[in-house]
């Protein structure tokens, strides 16, 4: 069973831009993390925030996450080309449990 | 460190056939998951596995899928006898159990069954 959903399932934006995708989820959690995923390849962790956290920064990504909503958000700034890619939330549900969403598919125009 | 190794890359099979998934983690990882990825469903969790154990499995499918660690650097999942619905990328991934979890995933067997 999903525990996240990510939201928007698409986006495309101009480069430069910043991107926003946003990640439910349904239950307790001790973390979330997001991943991205480039065609063909695996997926590769970005960075993760505790239940504790509200904020996060890493370069020019930006997470947020509500623990009473349940919900987090994954901020690009200033996207590029090589930005696009689709991005996918993971929870850690009962038992070590990771569960992921079924992403956001990322395209960054030219 | 290589990584996640998994293998074959790709395997092409008719229905029926057995097919073995392989995986090796990343050494000192004590955690392994493998997931499924579909378009339809996304990616599902199939089993993980601590310090080698089966921890939950309620992601397996059917009794036609069974998953192996007999050691900490080497995991199989099996699939007897394949159906064409279990076309699909499936993914290895490890982590350090107690280090928040970040998981290191393989790059994946395209599998599909004619």
């Known amino acids: 069973s999903q525990q996240g959903e990510e939201d928007p399932q698409a986006l495309s934006i101009q480069e430069g831009e910043n991107a926003t995708m946003n990640c439910s989820y349904k239950t307790s959690i001790n973390n979330l993390q997001w991943y991205r995923q480039n065609s063909g390849r695996g997926l590769v962790h970005l960075i993760l925030i505790r239940s504790n956290e509200r904020e996060k920064h890493s370069g020019r990504l930006r997470v947020t996450l509500d623990t009473s909503k349940k919900s987090s958000s994954l901020l690009i700034t200033a996207s590029r080309a090589a930005d696009t890619a689709s991005y996918f939330c993971?929870?850690?549900?009962?038992?070590?449990?990771?569960?992921f969403g079924k992403g956001t598919r990322l395209h960054i125009l030219p | 460190d290589a990584g996640v190794i998994q293998s074959p890359r790709h395997e092409v099979t008719e229905m029926g056939q057995e097919v073995t998934l392989r995986c090796k983690p990343i050494s000192g990882h004590n955690s392994l998951f493998w997931y499924r990825q579909t378009m339809m469903r996304g990616l599902e969790l199939l089993i993980y596995?601590?310090?080698?154990?089966?921890?939950?499995d309620s992601g397996m499918p059917e009794d036609r899928f069974s998953a192996k660690m007999p050691n900490a650097s080497f995991s199989t999942l099996k699939i007897q006898p394949s159906e064409p619905r279990d076309s699909a990328v499936y993914f290895c991934?490890?982590?350090?159990?107690?280090?928040?979890?970040?998981?290191?995933f393989g790059s994946g067997t395209q599998l599909s069954v004619l």
């Open positions: 596995f601590n310090n080698n154990v089966p921890i939950d």
């Open positions: 991934a490890s982590g350090q159990q107690g280090g928040n979890e970040k998981l290191f």
């Open positions: 993971a929870t850690d549900a009962m038992n070590d449990k990771i569960i």
